[in-house]
Structures are given as C-alpha cells and as structure tokens.
Nanobody, 121 residues
Framework: QGPLQESGGGLVQAGGSLRLSCAAS????????MGWFRQAPGKERGFVAA???????AYADSVKGRFTISRDNAKNTVYLQMNSLKPEDTAVYYC???????????????WGQGTQVTVSS
C-alpha cells in the first residue's frame, strides 16, 4: 500500500462532531485492512477502530457507539466519523493500512503523518 494522508482534524467543542478522512495511493487499497489509532501527549498509541477489506469493523470500547469507521474503495479512502466528542478524545489520530484486520498497531505497515483532534470542554 502506498502513502496515506489524513485530513479533517481540528478544534471542536465537547459534544461536537468531526469526520476524518484518509486517502491512500496505490491500486490495492481494497485488499487492505485499515485502522485508526490515536496518541495523546504522554500516552502510547492506542487502537480506535478498524475495518477489514470486506467491511467488518471493530472499535475500542471507549469510542463504541460514538465513532464509525467506513471505507470507499472506489475513492481509496477510509473515514472516521466522530460524534459526541469528549475532551479525552483529544489526540493525534493516525490512519494505518495493513494485510491483517487487527486491533494491534504492530499489524499495520503503512502509516499516515497524523492529524490533530482537540476537543475543548
């Protein structure tokens, strides 16, 4: 899988929404699992959501019911719709691609540069 580029981050008030996008280059996007991870200052990178090439999804307990991951293989893009945002969602969000649908960051071998999401209280 080629380079990944995230967009859509920003500053939002608690309770608000943001949609992150991750555009991927390369012809084999549809064959890859895609994931979103996040890293807050002083914390390790943690799993947020993943989607398999066939559309199976998984979420961290902390975002279940608030975040939705989806993919558009025709546009080589994966999305993360984030609703009911909380201050604890503040982090740099990373998009990742890999051959295995998994919640572990080590299973992914292509990463974007990250996009900052800041939720104010």
């Amino acid at each position: 899988q080629g380079p990944l580029q995230e967009s859509g981050g920003g500053l939002v008030q608690a309770g608000g929404s943001l949609r992150l996008s991750c555009a991927a280059s390369g012809r084999t996007f549809s064959r890859y699992a895609m994931g979103w991870f996040r890293q807050a200052p002083g914390k390790e990178r943690g799993f947020v959501a993943a989607i398999s090439w066939s559309g199976f999804t998984a979420y961290a307990d902390s975002v279940k019911g608030r975040f939705t991951i989806s993919r558009d293989n025709a546009k080589n893009t994966v999305y993360l719709q984030m609703n009911s945002l909380k201050p604890e969602d503040t982090a740099v969000y990373y998009c990742a691609a890999g051959p295995i649908y998994d919640t572990k960051w080590s299973s992914y071998d292509s990463w974007g540069q990250g996009t900052q999401v800041t939720v104010s209280s």
